[in-house]
């Protein structure tokens, strides 16, 4: 008899525990308010967050009143239609897809019903209206933006860990994607199509989770592609070998799932490089190496296509908008693989029948090779896609202040304009770009050539344009001997530094694996500087 009280006592004492818990538990957590362009949004059901999966679900008396969009509900088949100005997007209770336009979706989390309201995912809802969402962790807020205002509710740190002022949602936080250099796809996942798609699947959940919003993936490495072309052959590091067809679109796959999770998908194309080696063994027969010899240079054992010739340049224009015309990208981007820094280029044929510069300048001639090349290709872009956004990453350092007064007070041994050929104030004066992307992959201490000046000078160069500056950062030298890499607050002190500058738009990272791989537990820093 004692016995069974004790466990009656003792099961009374438990179930105390836990609903006091429970009780604590819902006191802490703030409810959801909604704001859109600043002003709040009434909700008679509290919004909500769907555990694990992390989406957001309110009352659709939201999207109605809240977002001006007209909504119809089936009982019978529990399907939610939306509807504001051309965008139409229905839902169905239970199915795990939704159709945005006619296009088929996969989703997270589609409609609930709760305490008699029928509940939609805001975020999905909202941005396929064409509505930026902004979640702030710390206040338990949802900021939507139409753009008619400025956003009154910036994100702020989350706390404990701030290191600096959060950047704004809308500023770029990019991580290039190589698909040569380890990135992706890994050596074992050669010819393996689901491996493949997992591993793109797996890095974009990491580089999301880090605070990432856009990825610069490299789809032309090497006169090559990642996607079905009519011009240049298949990368070789899809199958092993160069113009295997890999059996699926590992481009509109990437895309794809890009999107789905709401980030950015950039096309980055290295435009002149043909080849690693000087070899043309084992390349395609469609490889522009053996299609036009004639169009190659052969510099210190690597192919490079001739910028001076127009036909090759134009090659190369064909080729990069066959992926502007045929998929949804949100923007074309270049590296700085140019002329070739420091080797001898032959080009003797081509300065010859090409000149009409008239000139005997021939690093002169060479940088009008480029620049028409940028021109062009920027031009040919936005007469087809206007909002595809355009823009160069170029080797930090444009000149020294030694050889010319108006540049940054480095001392590098390599720079953009006598090295490379890349005339990039000229890109940036004419506006033939819409971002710059410096390379400014060196420390605040390393003296030949220091961060902040360098940043200072870009900032200075992009000043009254209309050229936005994303900044090039290199967590690939976290650890390594060079001054200033042993500890990953290095990135945190640029990241603020760059606050300093309103032209400063946003950054992008070399490379991918170096984030995901978390060299000296930079992606706990990433996240406390991002308010995550």
């Known amino acids: 008899m004692k016995l069974r009280k004790g466990l009656i006592l003792l099961l009374i004492f438990v179930l105390g525990l836990q609903t006091s818990g429970l009780t604590a538990q819902a006191a802490s957590q703030k409810e959801i308010v909604i704001y859109l362009d600043g002003q709040r949004l009434e909700s008679d059901v509290s919004p909500y967050i769907l555990p694990k999966l992390n989406v957001t679900m309110v009352p659709l008396r939201v999207i109605s009143e809240g977002l001006g969009a007209s909504v119809l509900w ?3 088949t529990r399907t939610v239609t939306i509807k504001k100005s051309d965008s139409v997007i229905t839902m169905t209770s239970g199915r795990q897809q939704a159709t945005v336009d006619s296009t ?43 753009g008619n205002t400025p956003n009154p509710n910036p994100v702020t740190p989350a706390e404990p ?37 997992l591993e793109f699947i797996q890095q974009l959940d990491t580089l999301k989770d880090m605070g990432i919003n856009a ?53 980055w194309f290295n435009p002149f490089r043909a080849t690693n080696s000087a070899t043309t063994t084992g390349l395609a027969a469609n490889h522009v190496s053996k299609l036009h010899p004639d169009w190659i240079v052969n510099a210190s054992g690597k192919l490079y296509i001739n910028p001076g010739i127009p036909e090759a340049r ?8 066959e992926v502007v015309n045929q998929y949804d990208v949100d923007g074309v981007h270049l590296d700085d693989y140019f002329y070739p820094s420091n080797v001898t280029f032959n080009d003797d044929a081509a300065f010859k029948a090409y000149n009409t510069l008239n000139t005997s300048d021939r690093a002169e001639w060479r940088r009008d090779n480029i620049n028409q090349f940028v021109k062009q290709l920027g031009e040919s872009i936005h007469k087809v896609k206007a ?5 160069i990453s170029p080797f930090g ?40 992307a410096p390379q400014v992959y060196w420390s605040m201490t390393l003296s030949a050539a220091r961060y902040d000046k360098v940043v200072d000078w870009w900032a200075n160069e992009v000043a009254n344009t209309d050229v936005k500056l994303y900044i090039g950062h290199s967590p690939y030298k976290l650890g390594t001997p060079e001054i200033g890499w042993q500890t990953s607050q290095e990135i945190i002190d640029q990241l603020i530094y760059n606050e300093k500058y309103d032209t400063v738009k946003g950054d992008i990272f070399f490379s991918s694996q170096y984030l995901t791989k978390n060299p000296l537990g930079l992606i706990a820093k990433l996240k406390a500087y991002y308010g995550l």
């Open 215 to 267: 990825v610069f993936v490299q789809v032309r490495a090497n006169g090559d592609a990642i996607y079905p072309s009519g011009l240049v052959p298949w990368n070789s590091v899809l199958t092993g070998t160069q113009g295997k067809d890999p059996g699926y679109d590992p481009l509109a796959f990437m895309i794809e799932e890009a999107h789905k999770r709401g980030l950015e998908f950039h096309a």
């Open 104 to 146: 088929v979706v996969e989703l997270d989390a589609s409609v609930e019903l709760k305490q008699g309201r029928v509940m939609v995912p805001i975020r999905f809802v909202s941005e396929n209206l064409g509505i930026q969402v902004t979640w702030n962790q710390s206040e338990q807020t949802i900021n939507l933006t139409t």
């Open 387 to 391: 909002g595809v956004e355009y823009g």
């Open 314 to 321: 134009q090659h190369i224009i064909d080729s990069i908008m």
């Open 161 to 197: 860990g701030g290191t600096g002022t959060t950047p704004n949602t809308d500023e770029m936080r990019g991580a290039w994607i190589s698909t040569v250099n380890g990135d992706w796809p890994s050596s074992s996942a050669k010819g393996n199509v689901e491996k493949q798609k």
């Open 74 to 76: 089936s009982q019978a």
């Open 397 to 436: 350092v444009w000149r020294n202040k030694s050889v010319d007064m108006t540049g940054s007070d480095t001392k590098a041994g390599v720079t953009a304009y006598d090295s490379m050929n890349a005339d990039v104030r000229t890109w940036i004066k004419q506006e033939w770009i819409d971002y710059v």
